[in-house]
T-cell receptor
């Protein structure tokens, strides 16, 4: 079975540029999560969706960050404009139920120069 | 952001030895999860705990939900080289939400 698929795996761009991270959750999963992982702050939940609707975006750091889920099989996390402090590994994850096992993608390693 | 205190931060052990790690907090949690993360990959859920005092096993792994609900423990018996990785605990503060606070991680290295 295909797991959570994220793209790109790596992204290097200059500050000020728009960055779009993509995620395809596991088919049938109704919860989708975006996390950010850094050495300083560890794993942080940015936002999560239930049935394509954003439920809690209180972890989104600034207005420069936005996330969408136009359908059950696709989500994007966008940063515009990007800054060097946005450099991190961004994970997408999905689950079938609120207390179900969460499956993580392999992450996008983002470097903002 | 808020993080759980996880210890030890890192450990080297000999293959075949048992491993213990824990997470503690001043807050009370409703659910505890334990994950393992390999380099270049996302965390993989190992064990989920839903009740205070609960003891759950998954193969050589055993985890317990502390009776005070402020801590959790993970034990790995008879470690093998593929146990190498970073282990994270995650606690859920409030029921009905998927906001989990993650621990700082325990980096495990197994010497063959």
């Amino acid at each position: 079975d295909a797991g959570v698929i994220q793209s790109p795996r790596h992204e290097v761009t200059e500050m000020g540029q728009e960055v779009t991270l993509r995620c395809k959750p596991i088919s049938g999963h109704d919860y989708l999560f975006w996390y950010r992982q850094t050495m300083m702050r560890g794993l942080e939940l940015l936002i999560y969706f239930n049935n394509n609707v954003p439920i809690d975006d209180s972890g989104m750091p600034e207005d420069r960050f936005s996330a969408k889920m136009p359908n059950a099989s696709f989500s994007t996390l966008k940063i515009q404009p990007s800054e060097p402090r946005d450099s991190a590994v961004y994970f997408c994850a999905s689950s079938l139920a609120l207390l179900g096992g969460t499956s993580f993608g392999d992450g996008t390693r983002l470097s903002i120069l | 952001g808020q993080q759980l205190n996880q210890s030890p931060q890192s450990m080297f052990i000999q293959e075949g030895e048992d491993v213990s790690m824990n997470c503690t907090s001043s807050s009370i949690f409703n659910t505890w999860l334990w994950y393992k993360q390999d380099p270049g990959e996302g965390p993989v859920l190992l064990i989920a705990l839903y009740k205070a005092g609960e003891l759950t096993s998954n193969g050589r792994l055993t985890a317990q939900f502390g009776i005070t609900r402020k801590d959790s423990f993970l034990n790995i018996s008879a470690s093998i080289p593929s146990d190498v990785g970073i282990y994270f605990c995650a606690g859920q503060l409030t029921s009905g939400t998927y906001k989990y606070i993650f621990g700082t991680g325990t980096r495990l290295k197994v010497l063959a």
